[in-house]
Nanobody, 127 residues
């Protein structure tokens, strides 16, 4: 069964850091573009970041540029989202999603392009 499982969420104070992990089972993430999305209460889901299969491309929504970093460890079949300088407005459920299999030099943060989704992990930024 193809599955994505997120972890690493929790409660953190403003200015703090968290690292989210997205582990795949049943398929190899190497051949997929991976994206992180988030959905805050009462708001639409938003594409936060994505990384292409060959790691040549990554992009971020403007509000997290310079604070979040996406990366992958193919040996662990895992994609990470390092989140620094967290703000209360980063509070949301964070989801990872996979698009593929594909061979691409660019990735998408369009949720309609995703083929597989995790169930999410809650990040709460509050003092």
């Amino acid at each position: 069964q193809l599955q994505l499982v997120e972890s690493g969420g929790g409660l953190v104070q403003p200015g703090g850091s968290l690292r989210l992990s997205c582990v795949a089972s049943g398929f190899t993430l190497t051949y997929y573009d991976i994206a992180w999305f988030r959905q805050a209460p009462g708001k639409e889901r938003e594409g936060v970041s994505c990384i292409s299969t060959n790691d040549r491309s990554a992009n971020y929504v403007e509000s997290v540029k310079g604070r979040f970093t996406i990366s992958r460890d193919n040996a662990k079949n895992t994609v990470y989202l390092q989140m620094n300088s967290l703000k209360p407005e980063d509070t949301a459920v964070y989801y990872c999603a996979a698009d593929g299999p594909t061979v691409s030099n660019s990735c998408s943060r369009d949720d309609s392009a995703m083929d597989y989704w995790g169930k999410g992990t809650l990040v709460t930024v509050s003092s």
